[in-house]
């Protein structure tokens, strides 16, 4: 049952689209968003919401995965459309606003830019970027710490994720979306001691 029943349909449909890990991935994501929402004064409602909805297109097949990232109309760039791993947020964003008619252009786009950020990020998107990387079921060397930077100072919080996803990619030679590029370089200015995890 989710914490607001008007959501219920909704914890359902994501129930019926996903594994059982990642249903219980994304119900973690969404309960630290709500947390993370009423620590820094952001909506937490909508932030529940862009929270349980960020993955709803993880396990679609991938055709449709990349159907509907080309299709969005949401600019990705050569890069996410070259990554497979990348599809679900432009897809779940496409997906979130013309399947289940939800217009709040801070949802979609904290769906859209979950995994690749951006610069000049609202509060709800740094949020779900943010509870993606810290929820209850995440074991990565250093979770705890980067928890008590999200709870410390968001922007900080924002620099160090993306410096840790950044490395993270490179480590794997992944391609990295200018939007990542331009989320770090933005960030980086709230980083003063250069922090990492």
Known sequence: MSRYEEFDDYE?????????????HSINVAEECYHLAKHWGADEKRS????LLHDIM????PEKQKQYTVDSGLCPDPAEIAAKQLWHGVAGAYYVR??????DDEIIGAIRYHTVGCARMT???????LGDMISAE???KGVEKMREYCYKDID????????YQ?????GKCGQIPVSTFEAYNYYLKFNKERETL
């Open 98 to 103: 013309e399947k289940l008619n939800i217009e």
């Open 156 to 163: 900080l919080a924002m620099s160090i994720a993306l410096t």
């Open 166 to 170: 950044i490395r993270s990619v490179c």
């Open 48 to 51: 529940y919401l862009a929270g």
């Open 58 to 61: 993880k396990e679609e097949l």
């Open 123 to 129: 509060l709800i998107e740094k949020i779900v970027y």
């Open 138 to 140: 995440r074991d990565y």
């Open 12 to 24: 359902k449909l994501i129930k019926e689209k996903l594994s059982k890990k990642r249903f219980t």
